[in-house]
């Protein structure tokens, strides 16, 4: 678009045509108020606050709808313009409660600020106020009537933004009213509900306090928490979600979440479960205090200290009568980088095994191969906002990946975006796409064949081959296609439609896994046979130095199987439920030595001989991988008393285990640090460490306990992570790109994943001692789920 | 043979909604004419209406009810067997009006949007009816009374008890 020129309070100005006056005025830092605009939904011109003086108009006009022309000459501060605005103002608040002393919104509400700013609190409307009981729409939305000002917000962000549609405005003029999808006679209670996807987006699109959390409600004050930016834990998108974080008598409890600055790569979005599903955190059941089995097979607690000792000195007997390969540790989706990494290294140096794996949730390393040798293949969450064109080929990112479902939604519509949806179910955002192909179950694999050009594959994915053969042409005709996988394309399959994307110029690639790190355990070499950075244990000397084992250890079900014959001395479990997930059966494990390090009483803490209580995401530091390959800071909000972070106790118990803790985590500085001195220069991995740091204007780290000191090491060694400290630290998310070297390919591996199959309310363990997901799970069971299709 | 199985209408209005929905650039113009047809069938706006024109167009029912609230002529439970519509706008107003509604009210027993107990009438105080040089004007169904005098509307109340008043739906 050409630019235009126009001027606003007699400053000259630039804009692309078509601009709304609004937006340019923002650019420029001119602030125009507005109640019912909402940059990228549609406009609604209702709330009468954004108008401006254009010259040669008669009229004030709304600058919301106003594109910016050549030579306009606008006012957007005079007496005039002040004296509409406080009267729009004192017509809002002829009916609006003054109860900001109790209101959620009080200190973050829009109608405050603008009433602090036009002053219109002296009142001339003599009526009494007209009075409606607040109503509970569903366990997490409610909803105050006399609050509300009808800027149309909500009904928007629900219908455009979420494509869900589940709220409406009925009745006429100022006894209008926010509607919910299912009116109060059709309900059993007789009020009124909402069948949704319970996103509370319609709650942040609100600029008063009409819509209210069901989780925060009446909890406390905006000013009163502190808010922690941090990364959510719970799919595999990585959105950016703010904890409110208030002191307790026990720690500081998470009173709060939600999107508060939008600053993040989600932008605008939070889903369910970021912004209300913080509550497993403060619950009851939580286990805060390290639990031994005594020998009449009772949990007794212990102290730390007592703990640790125990479980190092297990360890190393274990270790050293029946060697490393007999001990399997299984690590989680959930832990940061820095853990994941920290424990494979552990498992290899300090256990010396390989029997190491972790819940895979997408097949990363068939996906790392693929690209192998490619630069810039791999696409940012950030493509899904921008891209021209998707092709989405299995997954249902709106029950499992809802940010990404958002992005794909909002560039369909603001971008004219083009979507072609592949899916043997008739997944939500087929409604979205400009062609859908509808798979026979399992088809995945031929699909991929004939996209890459077997052409008899074609009659065993669809019934109709034609249609498929146009729907190939179309996406091959298509330029910087953005390419999004579900986790239903495994190993061959999955390098086969890469192979056929490859073809494609300037496509971008992104696997689709389920939780917060599973990114991140795969690239940190959770895996039996595979190093950080997707390098072949056997091609590596990475750990060399360490006498680390050469040949690719046990994968997840090897290790129960050697525990179901006897052979597994020892299991290390860190934040993961296998026991469950993968049904394994409770005897296999009753000579095992099990150590697990859980928030809960999982089915696999059950079967522990010690537990560790550990603390979760919201209450550690370091940085997670989207499933995309976007890195991200997670700040420590919460505190339990009681729980340590997995970083500290897997340090721990190496530590009582006899290993040397310089060598496990490169810590230390000045006369007692050793940095190679001892081993002459140039000789080790401490002294290439110390010379990378220098090199890299770093300083040593100087705990064991610092995961900074681990992701040192990892932005050293691990092939694809080279970090930008300063995007990090930032709150900022950026692209990594590890791919497999390439040069050695692993042919005949088991993928052996797993897919979560989480809904939008369930969250695996999270899920299950999450109050509110549990609330709404019971609640929409009663629904009747005119929107949602329930995830097959 | 209606495109939807199972209607609640009779065969002619199915068939007439079936032709409603294709004489419009967009299918749900035809949403308001037909929320006054089905009331008129039906008596009033049922969940069941709601559902099957929402079908039929295909919309969400929300979006029916939205409609559906917005117009004080189209109702939600069921009207008396004649519905007095007694208009209160302003050339009735001066001429009496206001008299004529509170006679209706003390002579049925019954307020604004009430149905007496044997169902036979209900009363409403509606917007202009567009009878002002006649003021003032009421309308039982579809049938108008003009010129009224608290006499008048004696007569006219007791002709349709009697099962004599004209029923033009």
Redesign the interface.
């Known amino acids: 678009m050409a630019d235009v020129t126009f001027t606003v309070d007699g400053k000259k100005l630039t804009a692309p045509a078509g601009t709304l006056l609004i937006d340019a005025c923002k650019s420029a830092g001119i602030e125009i108020p507005a109640f019912c605009y909402y940059p990228g939904l549609s406009l609604q011109a209702a709330c009468r606050m954004c108008v401006v003086r254009l010259e040669k108009v008669p009229k004030l006009q709304t600058a919301c709808t106003t594109p910016v022309a050549e030579g306009m000459v606008v006012q957007t501060e005079t007496p005039e313009i002040v004296q509409a605005r406080k009267a729009t103002l004192q017509l809002l608040l002829g009916n609006h409660p003054l109860d900001c002393p109790v209101c959620d919104a009080g200190g973050e509400c829009e109608l405050q600020d603008m009433t602090f700013k036009y002053g219109a609190a002296e009142s001339f409307y003599a009526e009494p106020k007209n009075h409606r009981e607040e109503q509970k729409w569903s366990p997490v939305v409610y909803f105050d009537r006399p609050r509300c000002i009808l800027c149309y917000r909500c009904v928007r962000m629900c219908g455009e933004g979420m494509d869900v549609f589940a709220l409406g405005i009925q009745n006429r003029g100022s006894s209008s009213v926010i509607a919910p999808n299912v009116p109060a006679d059709l309900t059993p209670d007789h009020l009124a509900h909402v069948d949704c996807e319970q996103c509370g987006m319609c709650i942040d699109a609100c600029p008063v306090g009409a819509l209210t959390s069901g989780t925060y409600r009446y909890k406390t004050r905006p000013w009163e928490m502190n808010h922690v930016a941090t990364t959510c834990t719970h799919c595999g998108d990585g959105c950016k979600t703010t904890l409110g974080v208030r002191s307790t008598s026990d720690g500081s409890e998470i009173v709060r979440g939600d999107n508060r600055d939008k600053s993040g790569i989600n932008g605008d979005f939070l889903c369910n479960k970021g912004r209300y599903a913080f509550d497993f955190a403060n619950n009851d059941d939580r286990i805060t205090q390290p639990l031994v089995r005594q020998s009449n097979g009772e949990f007794k607690p212990v102290s730390w200290e007592e703990a640790f000792d125990y479980v190092g000195k297990r360890l190393r007997e274990l270790r050293d009568t029946r060697g490393g390969k007999s001990i399997g540790v299984i690590g989680g989706n959930r832990l940061t980088n820095e853990e994941a990494y920290l424990l494979q290294k552990f498992a290899r140096t300090v256990v010396g095994t390989n029997n190491i794996d972790h819940h895979r949730t997408a097949d990363y390393v068939s996906f790392a191969q693929a690209l192998a040798g490619q630069t810039n293949r791999t696409a940012s969450l950030r493509d899904t906002l921008t891209a021209p064109a998707i092709l989405l080929v299995g997954g249902d990112p709106t029950n499992q990946a809802p940010g990404t479902a958002w992005n794909i939604r909002t560039n369909v519509r603001n971008n004219r975006a083009r979507l072609y949806v592949v899916n043997s179910a008739e997944i939500k955002l087929r409604r979205q796409a400009k062609a859908f192909v509808r798979l026979a179950p399992f088809g995945y694999g031929a699909l991929a064949g004939y996209l890459a050009g077997d052409n008899a594959a074609g009659s065993s994915a669809v019934t109709d081959v034609n249609a498929l053969s146009t729907f190939r042409d179309t996406v091959k005709a298509e330029e910087n296609l953005l390419i999004l996988i579900g986790s239903e394309l495994r190993g061959a399959e999955l390098k086969k439609l890469i192979e056929f994307g490859l073809s494609i110029p300037g496509a971008k690639f992104a696997l689709l896994a389920d939780y917060a790190n599973s990114r991140g355990a795969a690239d940190m070499g959770l895996l039996p046979d595979m190093l950080p950075g997707y390098t072949p244990v056997s091609s590596s000397n990475t750990f060399a130095e360490y006498n680390a084992p050469a040949e690719a250890g046990l994968d997840m079900l090897e290790i129960f199987d050697a525990a179901g014959r006897g052979e597994l001395s020892a299991l290390y479990v860190v934040g993961s439920n296998p026991v469950a997930r993968y049904s394994v059966d409770p005897a296999a494990l009753k000579d095992t030595f099990v150590v697990v390090q859980e928030m809960f009483l999982t089915e696999t803490a059950a079967l522990a001989d010690v537990i560790l209580p550990a603390a979760n995401l919201y209450e550690k530091s370091g940085s997670v991988t989207n499933s995309y390959g976007d890195l991200q800071q997670v700040k420590k909000a919460g505190d339990r008393a009681g729980v340590r972070t997995d970083f500290e106790m897997i340090v721990r118990i190496a530590d009582k285990m006899g290993a040397d803790m310089r060598k496990l985590v490169p810590f230390g500085k000045g006369l007692r640090a050793d940095m190679g001195q001892s081993r002459g220069a140039q000789s080790g991995e401490a002294d290439r460490h110390a010379i990378w740091l220098t090199a890299n204007n770093l300083e040593p780290k100087l705990s064991p306990f610092d995961p900074y000191a681990i992701l040192d090491e990892i932005q050293r060694l691990v092939p694809g992570y080279n970090v930008l400290r300063l995007q990090l630290l930032s709150g900022n998310d950026q692209h990594l790109q590890p791919a497999a070297s390439g040069l050695v390919q692993i042919g005949n591996r088991r993928d052996l994943v797993l897919p979560a199959n989480d809904t939008l309310f369930t969250s695996g363990t999270l899920g299950r001692y999450s109050a509110m997901l549990n609330d709404v799970q019971q609640y929409q069971a009663n629904q009747p789920l005119i929107q949602i299709q329930a995830a097959d | 043979m209606s495109e939807v199985a199972n209607t609640i209408f009779s065969p002619e209005l199915a068939a007439r909604f079936d032709h409603l929905v294709t004489i419009y650039p967009m299918r749900r113009s035809a949403l308001v004419p037909m929320l006054l047809y089905a009331q008129d069938e039906v008596g009033y706006v049922s969940?069941a209406v709601v559902t099957e024109i929402a079908q039929r167009i295909g919309l969400?029912?929300?979006?029916v009810?939205?409609v559906l609230?917005?117009y004080?002529m189209l109702r939600t439970k069921p009207a008396g067997k004649y519905n007095v519509q007694v208009c209160t706008n302003i050339s009735c107003m001066l001429r009496g009006g206001y008299e004529i509604l509170d006679h209706c009210k003390a002579k049925l027993g019954i307020g604004h949007k009430e149905v007496t107990k044997d169902g036979v009438f209900s009363l409403e105080e509606v917007e202009c009816i567009g009878a002002c040089c006649w003021a003032p004007a009421m309308q039982v169904n579809y049938d108008f009374h003009d010129n009224l005098t608290t006499i008048k509307v004696d007569e006219i109340i007791e002709t349709y008890r009697a099962g004599q008043g004209k029923d033009v739906k």
């Open positions: 969940d969400l029912e929300l979006d009810r939205n609230s917005y004080s």
